[in-house]
């Protein structure tokens, strides 16, 4: 039998006041974590598949990506309700991100001789968000769906 004093007591008590505060046998803290760990998972992907669709995803951008997701999670973790506006997020980060270092990102498929960029919308970043012309005002393709041929 442990003592007082033992690690094996300590983990004992850690265990009762871990039961104390869980519901149901889940912490309500971790129902959100993990719901915030999918959400920007989530978001990951989306921009990824951008990203590679339009031939731009190098180490370099996934690591302006992964920056992005990382810086994102406070922001997520603090307003649960703001899971549909992640990926407009997450996108407009790292586009912000590529126009410092690579430049216009995604640049428009559908203008001809296009120099000009796509934008989020809605601003805030959702929900649903799509790519939209900056000067058409033209969608052009939902968040994580854009093409070469778009």
């Given at each position: 039998?442990?003592?007082?004093?033992?690690?094996?007591?300590?983990?004992?008590?850690?265990?009762?006041?871990?039961?104390?505060?869980?519901?149901?046998?889940?912490?309500?803290?971790?129902?959100?974590?993990?719901?915030?760990?999918?959400?920007?998972?989530?978001?990951?992907?989306?921009?990824?598949?951008?990203?590679?669709?339009?031939?731009v995803a190098s180490a370099e951008t996934v690591s302006l990506l992964e920056?992005?997701?990382s810086e994102r999670r406070w922001w997520a973790e603090q307003w649960p309700?703001?899971?549909?506006?992640?990926?407009?997020?997450?996108?407009?980060?790292?586009?912000?991100?590529?126009?410092?270092?690579?430049?216009?990102?995604?640049?428009?498929?559908?203008?001809?001789?296009?120099?000009?960029?796509?934008?989020?919308?809605?601003?805030?970043?959702?929900?649903?968000?799509?790519?939209?012309?900056?000067?058409?005002?033209?969608?052009?393709?939902?968040?994580?769906?854009?093409?070469?041929?778009?």
């Amino acid at each position: 039998m442990p003592t007082p004093t033992s690690h094996g007591s300590r983990i004992d008590r850690t265990r009762f006041v871990h039961q104390e505060s869980t519901v149901g046998g889940v912490s309500p803290g971790a129902t959100h974590n993990g719901r915030v760990t999918d959400q920007l998972l989530s978001a990951r992907a989306v921009v990824m598949r951008d990203l590679e669709a339009t031939g731009v995803a190098s180490a370099e951008t996934v690591s302006l990506l992964e920056d992005a997701v990382s810086e994102r999670r406070w922001w997520a973790e603090q307003w649960p309700a703001g899971e549909p506006y992640v990926g407009g997020l997450v996108a407009q980060d790292v586009q912000d991100a590529l126009l410092m270092r690579v430049g216009r990102w995604p640049v428009c498929p559908r203008c001809e001789d296009a120099v000009h960029a796509l934008h989020i919308h809605p601003e805030l970043g959702g929900p649903d968000p799509v790519w939209v012309c900056e000067e058409s005002g033209a969608v052009v393709a939902a968040l994580g769906q854009l093409s070469t041929d778009s």
